[in-house]
């Protein structure tokens, strides 16, 4: 099949015939333009007589036929011309180009079959992924209950660091890897909180039991859901390798951070506004492989920061760490750094990489206790004033607050828009507009959420002023400790403390001589077994 017949059976001719005549015009001038083969190449170099320069020019262009029959050289008074190409290839090369590109455009342009929007073209419906399935749910929780389970045995009756490590390694492998960070103990806890404020809002069986199973653990056997359970916290200890230990007051100014989280996490939650845990997770990237390159470097920035400082984002930003330390500090059992009594050796002080071993106060001058009483009575007296100057304060910032809310954002947008003070429209609003919803029904529902958060942000400023000022009561208490204990509220039960203390060795020791004994003895029976 030729060129011609191929173009026309595969195109339109309306849409073509300009670009096959202007085929034909090139094709023609083609033609007109061919000379014979015999007849030689010259060139004008200078302008002299005819004669004498194209009995020149011939002599030298058979010379260079024979060795370069592309190009041309002429010379004359020992001037040299640059190689030029002969003019019928480059028509060739040209025509051949242009007819690959039209034929190559066409392809390009339908490879796909065009929709018809005027005829009986129909829009694809919008489909969304399936839901996961009731038995991998119900199988979720069963893993989550076992792998309770297996650290508060690892922490509390075997206390094996060991164990506790390859548990760490399965819950980064299937809570994180497997099953891409979701659903989490930490992000289930804005599911929770829209629940409770929403009441059309489903809370699937799975996010409950991953909310609750971690904190009745806590309660009864500490953190032991930090241990090596929680798949953020397990990231973060196995890329630890050498810590630096952070000035204890920087650390207590930095551990009222994860109080600030919780309560935006919960107001932006009630609100319908945003799940901001689950939008600034740090791991959640890495979990999935995928992100953004300011979300990769989001990420990349805790693992680098967790390598020399102990397990930053669960310390200094993790609200969910926030309930499960007020769990622990009440607590039926929790881990302790000797089995039997501390003998002062000291040695455990430095074995904790986050700095939640509390240190015994004998060796502290002791405060007068007048003056002790005099700022603790102080303390409790301001307390209901930072409740009210907190709830006062942030409820000055609500309409900030407000704007965060697509509804807000959209109704100011219009407001705006109605009083010429922007030049032109978003598509925010462009859309609004046509979907035919009343612009004082969005004023409306607008102006409901702002109340709300005025009302939750009274109640989140003196949530903030009672932590504040509940943290330095507790400071302000007399220390009456003797020995090295740990910090029930803030340990994490990873049993790093353990091979520490002399005690723990002695323990380990009288359990491997009784194991020996087990085995002699078991032995001593099978041979005598075998005489008999």
């Given at each position: 099949?030729?060129w011609s017949?191929?173009i ?5 001719s ?5 670009r096959?005549?202007l085929?034909r015009?090139?094709?023609?001038k083609h033609?007109?333009?061919s000379?014979?083969?015999s007849?030689?190449k010259?060139c004008?170099c200078h302008?002299e007589?005819?004669d004498?320069t194209?009995d ?6 058979q010379?260079?036929q024979v060795?370069?029959p592309?190009t041309?050289l002429c010379a ?8 030029q190409?002969s003019?019928k290839?480059l028509s ?7 007819l690959l590109?039209i034929?190559g455009?066409?392809?390009?342009q339908?490879?796909?079959?065009r929709?018809?929007f005027?005829s009986?073209y129909q829009r694809?419906?919008?489909?969304t992924?399936?839901p ?6 119900i199988?979720?929780i069963?893993v989550?209950a076992?792998?309770?389970?297996l650290?508060s ?9 060991r164990g506790?490590f390859?548990?760490t390694v399965?819950?980064a492998?299937?809570f994180g890897?497997?099953r891409?960070?979701?659903?989490c103990a ?10 409770l404020?929403?009441p059309?809002?489903l809370?699937?069986?799975g996010?409950?039991?991953f ?9 009864f056997?500490?953190r ?6 929680c ?5 973060q200890d196995l ?9 204890r007051w920087?650390?207590e ?5 994860p109080?600030?989280?919780l309560?935006f996490?919960?107001?932006f939650?009630?609100?319908g506004?945003?799940f901001i845990?689950?939008?600034y997770?740090?791991f ?6 995928t992100g953004?390159?300011s ?8 693992v680098?920061?967790s390598?020399?400082?102990?397990r930053?984002?669960c310390?200094?930003?993790?609200p969910y760490?926030v309930?499960?330390?007020w769990?622990?500090?009440?607590s039926?059992?929790h881990?302790?750094i000797?089995?039997?009594t501390?003998?002062?050796c000291?040695?455990?002080e ?7 071993i509390d240190k ?10 007048a ?8 303390y409790?007296f301001?307390?209901?004033?930072m409740i009210l100057?907190g709830?006062y304060a ?9 704007r965060?809310?697509p509804?807000v954002s959209l109704a100011e947008q219009?407001?705006?828009e109605?009083?010429g003070?922007?030049p032109?429209?978003s598509l ?7 979907m035919?919803?009343?612009?004082e029904t969005l ?7 702002e109340?709300?958060f005025?009302?939750?942000a009274w109640?989140?400023?003196?949530f903030f002023?009672?932590v ?6 507790r ?6 400790r003797?020995?090295?204990e740990i ?5 994490y039960?990873?049993?790093r ?14 359990v491997?001589n009784a194991?020996?004994e087990?085995?002699g003895k078991e032995?001593?029976l099978h041979?005598a077994e075998?005489?008999?």
């Amino acid at each position: 099949m030729s060129w011609s017949l191929f173009i026309k059976k595969r195109i339109d001719s309306k849409e073509w015939s300009a670009r096959l005549a202007l085929l034909r015009q090139l094709f023609a001038k083609h033609a007109l333009r061919s000379r014979p083969a015999s007849e030689a190449k010259t060139c004008a170099c200078h302008s002299e007589s005819a004669d004498s320069t194209q009995d020149k020019l011939r002599e030298q262009s058979q010379l260079v036929q024979v060795k370069k029959p592309e190009t041309l050289l002429c010379a004359q008074n020992d001037h040299s011309c640059s190689p030029q190409p002969s003019k019928k290839y480059l028509s060739l090369l040209a025509t051949t180009i242009l007819l690959l590109f039209i034929v190559g455009s066409h392809y390009a342009q339908d490879r796909f079959p065009r929709p018809e929007f005027e005829s009986q073209y129909q829009r694809p419906l919008t489909t969304t992924p399936s839901p996961q399935a009731h038995f991998f749910e119900i199988f979720d929780i069963f893993v989550l209950a076992g792998a309770l389970g297996l650290a508060s045995y690892f922490a509390l009756k075997k206390r094996s660091r060991r164990g506790i490590f390859w548990l760490t390694v399965f819950s980064a492998a299937y809570f994180g890897f497997y099953r891409n960070g979701c659903v989490c103990a930490v992000g289930s806890l804005q599911n929770v909180s829209a629940a409770l404020f929403y009441p059309g809002f489903l809370l699937p069986i799975g996010v409950i039991m991953f909310f609750v199973l971690p904190l009745i653990f806590a309660l009864f056997f500490g953190r032991t859901f930090c241990a090596g359970v929680c798949p953020l916290g397990s990231m973060q200890d196995l890329v630890m390798l050498k810590t630096v230990k952070i000035p204890r007051w920087l650390s207590e100014v930095l551990s009222l951070t994860p109080y600030l989280y919780l309560g935006f996490a919960v107001l932006f939650a009630a609100t319908g506004s945003a799940f901001i845990i689950c939008r600034y997770d740090p791991f959640i990237s890495i979990y999935r492989m995928t992100g953004d390159f300011s979300t990769m470097i989001y990420s990349l920035g805790f693992v680098g920061l967790s390598v020399f400082i102990g397990r930053p984002y669960c310390r200094f930003l993790c609200p969910y760490g926030v309930l499960l330390g007020w769990m622990s500090s009440l607590s039926k059992k929790h881990v302790t750094i000797t089995p039997d009594t501390c003998v002062q050796c000291r040695l455990c002080e430095d074995a904790c990489p986050f700095d939640y071993i509390d240190k015994p106060a004998s060796g502290k001058i002791p405060e007068p206790r007048a003056q002790n009483r005099k700022r603790l009575a102080m303390y409790v007296f301001m307390l209901p004033l930072m409740i009210l100057v907190g709830g006062y304060a942030l409820s000055r910032l609500d309409f900030v607050f407000a704007r965060l809310h697509p509804k807000v954002s959209l109704a100011e947008q219009i407001r705006q828009e109605e009083r010429g003070a922007v030049p032109r429209t978003s598509l925010e609003t462009q859309t609004f507009r046509t979907m035919g919803v009343p612009i004082e029904t969005l004023l409306e529902q607008a102006t409901e959420i702002e109340k709300r958060f005025h009302t939750g942000a009274w109640i989140l400023g003196a949530f903030f002023g009672l932590v504040f000022g509940l943290r330095l009561i507790r400071l302000s208490l007399p220390q009456f400790r003797i020995d090295y204990e740990i910090d029930r509220t803030g340990c994490y039960s990873c049993a790093r403390c353990f091979e520490s203390c002399p005690n723990e060795q002695v323990r380990l020791q009288n359990v491997k001589n009784a194991r020996f004994e087990r085995s002699g003895k078991e032995y001593l029976l099978h041979v005598a077994e075998s005489a008999n």
